[in-house]
Protein backbone atom coordinates (compact mmCIF):
# COMPACT_ATOMS: atom_id res chain seq x y z
CA UNK A 1 0.00 0.00 0.00
CA UNK A 2 1.40 3.27 -0.98
CA UNK A 3 1.38 6.16 1.10
CA UNK A 4 -1.21 8.86 0.73
CA UNK A 5 0.11 11.95 -2.11
CA UNK A 6 0.36 15.43 -0.60
CA UNK A 7 -2.83 15.95 -2.08
CA UNK A 8 -4.80 13.53 -0.39
CA UNK A 9 -2.90 14.18 2.68
CA UNK A 10 -4.31 17.42 2.59
CA UNK A 11 -7.68 16.67 1.89
CA UNK A 12 -7.71 14.17 4.60
CA UNK A 13 -6.08 17.74 7.29
CA UNK A 14 -9.92 19.15 5.43
CA UNK A 15 -12.11 16.15 6.02
CA UNK A 16 -10.81 15.55 10.01
CA UNK A 17 -11.85 19.82 10.13
CA UNK A 18 -15.07 19.36 8.82
CA UNK A 19 -15.84 16.65 11.26
CA UNK A 20 -14.24 18.22 14.08
CA UNK A 21 -11.88 14.87 14.33
CA UNK A 22 -8.89 16.18 15.96
CA UNK A 23 -7.09 12.69 15.56
CA UNK A 24 -7.67 12.73 12.22
CA UNK A 25 -5.95 15.97 11.80
CA UNK A 26 -3.16 15.67 13.88
CA UNK A 27 -2.34 12.00 12.05
CA UNK A 28 -1.87 13.99 9.08
CA UNK A 29 1.41 17.06 10.69
CA UNK A 30 5.11 16.14 11.91
CA UNK A 31 5.32 15.87 15.70
CA UNK A 32 7.37 19.63 15.51
CA UNK A 33 4.40 21.36 13.47
CA UNK A 34 4.32 25.32 12.83
CA UNK A 35 0.28 26.76 12.44
CA UNK A 36 0.78 30.28 10.78
CA UNK A 37 -2.03 31.57 11.18
CA UNK A 38 -1.32 35.26 10.04
CA UNK A 39 -2.23 38.13 11.93
CA UNK A 40 -3.13 36.42 14.72
CA UNK A 41 -0.49 33.50 16.28
CA UNK A 42 1.58 30.60 15.50
CA UNK A 43 1.81 27.58 17.02
CA UNK A 44 4.01 25.48 17.46
CA UNK A 45 3.55 21.38 18.11
CA UNK A 46 1.13 19.22 17.94
CA UNK A 47 -0.49 19.97 21.79
CA UNK A 48 -0.48 23.62 20.63
CA UNK A 49 -1.70 22.85 17.41
CA UNK A 50 -4.70 20.96 18.70
CA UNK A 51 -5.48 23.39 21.29
CA UNK A 52 -5.78 26.05 18.30
CA UNK A 53 -8.35 23.37 16.40
CA UNK A 54 -10.42 23.74 19.44
CA UNK A 55 -10.59 27.48 20.38
CA UNK A 56 -12.95 28.54 22.50
CA UNK A 57 -14.11 31.45 20.55
CA UNK A 58 -15.64 29.30 18.19
CA UNK A 59 -18.38 27.38 18.11
CA UNK A 60 -18.88 23.46 16.69
CA UNK A 61 -17.32 22.36 12.94
CA UNK A 62 -16.72 25.13 10.46
CA UNK A 63 -17.78 24.49 6.47
CA UNK A 64 -14.88 24.69 4.47
CA UNK A 65 -14.89 24.46 0.65
CA UNK A 66 -11.71 24.33 -0.95
CA UNK A 67 -12.12 25.83 -4.45
CA UNK A 68 -8.80 25.61 -5.71
CA UNK A 69 -5.59 23.47 -5.00
CA UNK A 70 -2.17 24.07 -6.25
CA UNK A 71 1.04 21.97 -5.65
CA UNK A 72 5.16 22.49 -6.53
CA UNK A 73 7.03 20.10 -4.87
CA UNK A 74 7.18 19.82 -1.04
CA UNK A 75 4.38 22.88 -0.78
CA UNK A 76 0.02 21.89 -1.35
CA UNK A 77 -1.69 25.51 -1.69
CA UNK A 78 -5.08 25.64 -1.04
CA UNK A 79 -7.74 28.43 -1.46
CA UNK A 80 -11.34 28.53 -0.88
CA UNK A 81 -14.38 29.51 1.47
CA UNK A 82 -16.23 28.50 4.84
CA UNK A 83 -18.74 29.26 7.26
CA UNK A 84 -18.22 29.41 11.09
CA UNK A 85 -19.68 30.63 14.14
CA UNK A 86 -17.91 32.73 16.66
CA UNK A 87 -19.21 32.79 20.40
CA UNK A 88 -21.38 35.67 21.55
CA UNK A 89 -21.11 36.86 17.72
CA UNK A 90 -22.89 34.34 15.55
CA UNK A 91 -22.17 33.64 11.93
CA UNK A 92 -19.43 34.59 9.52
CA UNK A 93 -18.58 33.76 6.37
CA UNK A 94 -14.80 34.16 5.28
CA UNK A 95 -12.04 33.04 2.53
CA UNK A 96 -8.83 31.90 3.40
CA UNK A 97 -5.50 30.45 1.85
CA UNK A 98 -4.00 27.87 3.24
CA UNK A 99 -0.19 26.66 2.13
CA UNK A 100 1.10 23.44 3.87
CA UNK A 101 4.72 22.44 3.54
CA UNK A 102 5.87 18.83 3.49
CA UNK A 103 8.60 16.85 5.06
CA UNK A 104 8.88 12.81 5.67
CA UNK A 105 5.39 13.17 3.90
CA UNK A 106 3.56 14.68 6.17
CA UNK A 107 2.56 18.28 6.64
CA UNK A 108 5.49 20.54 8.85
CA UNK A 109 3.86 24.05 8.26
CA UNK A 110 0.50 24.87 7.29
CA UNK A 111 0.41 28.79 6.59
CA UNK A 112 -3.39 30.38 6.89
CA UNK A 113 -3.92 33.42 5.94
CA UNK A 114 -8.21 33.69 6.46
CA UNK A 115 -10.40 37.43 5.35
CA UNK A 116 -13.95 37.92 6.79
CA UNK A 117 -16.73 38.01 3.99
CA UNK A 118 -19.20 40.95 3.93
CA UNK A 119 -22.42 39.90 5.68
CA UNK A 120 -20.53 37.87 8.47
CA UNK A 121 -21.38 39.45 12.13
CA UNK A 122 -17.90 39.61 12.92
CA UNK A 123 -16.93 41.83 9.66
CA UNK A 124 -19.84 44.57 10.75
Do not use: C
Not at 43 to 59: H, L, M, Q, V
Not at 101 to 122: E, N, Q
Request: charged share 25%; proline share 6%.
Amino acid sequence: MQPPTQRELVAEYFAGFRAGDHPRILATLTDDVEWVIHGHRTTRGKKEFDAEIENPAFSGSPSLDVQRVFEDGPVVVTTGEGAGVIVGQGPFRFAFNDLFTFRDSLIARVDSYVVALPGSDSSS
